[in-house]
């Protein structure tokens, strides 16, 4: 994804979590407070076995209850304090991460998109984040404590009784080691587990954006086949990661039982030989259940920990991606003529296929060129390029005489209005749709330009009017009124220049009729640059280019260009006969 070496998760979550040192700091601080205050029951036990009931201190039990009281009492608080520290942390850490990586994807050029799916970035987002959280949430909360009490609780074994202590910790380095054999067993194929995720959730996006197609060509069964195919993938990935964990958790557990058969045995035969009191093996035993109680947490830690690391690689992976846009970087596009030339522009999406040769193309302030050719000849990529979506292999493309590298692509692109042939509308109201023209517009506004773009009457005849909702993609309205809508949004641009991609899909002919109504207005006072499908919108253009695989092969005016008998009277023969079938 990107080329620059990614720094280990670990570190980039480290980096994240300096953000907040005094909540970390807080979370810390109680946690070690409430693990001391821990270990104040078992020396109490002690007293109590060895001194008050041998001799038989009854005034003393009262104070020294009292005194394991106030210690319970006083680290049950410490605790809450550290669970609304730690909370605190956690939910601002993960706003923080989930704000960037949309921030990111936002600002990351479309090359990146074309190699990404819908579904993946949906994962990282919606499951990753999530994820990620877990490892921060049981590292610091748990993790963090568990480690504290294991070192203290075996300081403190060792300072009672050195050879106790040891005979106890013997299976330590065998735990030690199992958890790092699971650690790198799990990693890869935690990553692979996230990656199945990732599919499973693409074939899903894909299902449900394309049902009217998967239903049209009545797929269900086949589609099913595909989603069961690779959610038994992603079911396989998580077995091998469950089984891992069926053995390492129960193996662990053994290990840390052995110590407490170790301790009774031998603490046994040391208080038969006398070296050893019953209350001293029963603080032993109290201690040995604080130093093998939060090893088992931290086993549970290592799983969420690694199969988290997974989904945090997967974020920091998009975060370190290079060459996110810098909107505002260059000169302020001001007081646009509309003079637009590409000079000997070529460029290519992928590495082994050029997509445009060498083109030039000269557009006059306010004048109407059209682009015509073949499909895939490379004419939308012409826009792709002005609106600095892409930039050219070489060549350049010059505004009112200037490199439009020079300007920053957030003034280039507020200078450009795009009506694309898909019409994309948001799952939002008319009025928010419209509003992405112009977020100040006022209703009057909005009225006029839907108006000009001949669809007040259809808008008025919603129940809602403008604030009626348009449906996912704007599903609940018909292709002309999506693309109707898309003009009114135009109109409330008023950008200086008009980039034109002409809907290929067949509307009817009265909304045709309406949509042309509103495109000539729209083109008024405007340079524009219009992608033509249909010839006959277009005879009236000051200059039409012809393009042939990614080169322009003729221009002039249609009258020029027909006498020239050559590839575009071919195709200006095929686009009338077509409209006359339709007509
Ligand atoms: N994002 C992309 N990644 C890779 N190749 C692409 C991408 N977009 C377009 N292409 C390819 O570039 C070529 C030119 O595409 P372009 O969309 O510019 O053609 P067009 O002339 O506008 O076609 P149409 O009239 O069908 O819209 C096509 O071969 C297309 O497959």
Redesign the pocket.
């Known amino acids: 994804m990107s080329d620059s070496p990614v720094p280990t998760p670990s570190r980039a979550l480290l980096r994240f979590m300096k953000r907040y040192p005094w909540r970390v700091g807080a979370g810390l601080a109680m946690a070690i407070a409430g693990t001391l205050l821990g270990y104040v029951f078992p020396g109490l036990t002690q007293w109590f076995l060895d001194d008050i009931i041998p001799n038989r201190k009854v005034s003393a039990i009262m104070g020294v209850s009292l005194l394991g009281l106030a210690a319970f009492g006083l680290r049950q608080v410490f605790y809450s304090i550290r669970t609304l520290a730690n909370n605190a942390f956690e939910l601002r850490m993960t706003y923080d991460l989930r704000s960037e990586l949309h921030h990111k994807i936002q600002h990351l050029p479309l090359k990146w998109f074309?190699r990404q799916s819908t579904g993946d970035i949906l994962t990282r987002m919606a499951d990753d984040v999530p994820a990620t959280q877990r490892i921060i949430i049981d590292s610091v909360d748990q993790g963090v404590p568990a480690v504290l009490q294991i070192v203290l609780t075996a300081s403190v074994m060792f300072w009672l009784h050195p050879k106790l202590a040891l005979i106890t910790l013997l299976p330590v380095p065998f735990i030690i080691m199992g958890g790092w054999i699971y650690a790198k067993w799990v990693s890869p194929r935690a990553t692979q587990a996230r990656e199945a995720a990732s599919g499973l959730n693409s074939i899903l996006h894909d299902n449900v954006a394309g049902i009217r197609q998967i239903k049209s060509y009545t797929l269900e069964d086949e589609t099913q086949q595909d989603f069961d195919k690779s959610s038994s993938h992603f079911r396989a990935q998580q077995t091998k990661l469950q089984k891992a964990w069926a053995v390492y958790g129960p193996g662990m557990g053994f290990f840390g039982d052995t110590g407490l058969i170790l301790l009774m045995g031998f603490g046994s035969y040391w208080c038969i030989q006398e070296e050893l009191s019953i209350g001293q093996l029963a603080q032993f035993l109290l201690f040995i259940g604080m130093l093998y109680e939060p090893m088992g947490r931290l086993h549970g830690i290592n799983q969420t920990v690694q199969t988290g690391l997974a989904s945090a690689k997967r974020i920091f992976e998009v975060l370190q991606t290079e060459g996110a846009e810098e909107l505002e970087q260059g000169e302020t596009l001001t007081n646009v003529r509309g003079e637009i030339r590409f000079e000997k522009v070529s460029f290519r999406?992928?590495e082994n296929r050029p997509?445009l040769n060498n083109v030039s193309i000269l557009i006059e302030p306010q004048q109407t060129v059209a682009i015509v050719?073949a499909?895939?000849?490379?004419?939308?990529?012409l826009f792709q390029l002005l609106t600095r979506f892409y930039d050219p292999e070489s060549g350049d493309i010059f505004l009112d005489g200037e490199s439009i590298t020079r300007f920053s692509k957030s003034s280039l692109r507020d200078s450009l209005g795009y009506v694309t042939?898909e019409s994309y509308l948001f799952n939002q109201t008319i009025r928010e749709n419209l509003k992405l023209g112009n977020p100040n517009a006022t209703d009057e506004e909005l009225w006029h330009a839907l108006s000009q773009a001949c669809a007040s009457d259809f808008v008025q005849r919603m129940e809602g009017g403008l604030d009626a909702m348009v449906g996912e993609r704007g599903g609940r309205l018909s292709g002309g009124e999506k693309q109707r809508i898309s003009i009114a949004r135009a109109f409330l641009k008023n950008a200086p220049i008009l980039l034109l991609d002409e809907a290929t899909s067949a509307v009817d002919n009265k909304s045709e009729k309406l949509i042309q109504q509103a495109i000539d207005q729209l083109r008024h006072n405007r340079t524009c640059l219009v992608?033509a499908?249909r010839l006959s919108t277009i005879i009236n253009a000051h200059q039409i280019y012809v393009m042939k695989q990614g080169e322009v092969v003729a221009h002039g005016t249609h009258t020029q260009l027909l006498a020239e008998n050559g590839y575009y009277a071919e195709l200006a023969k095929l686009s009338f006969q077509e409209e006359k079938v339709k007509g």
């Open positions: 074309d999406y992928d997509t050719g499909t895939g000849a490379g004419k939308s990529t042939q992608i499908h």
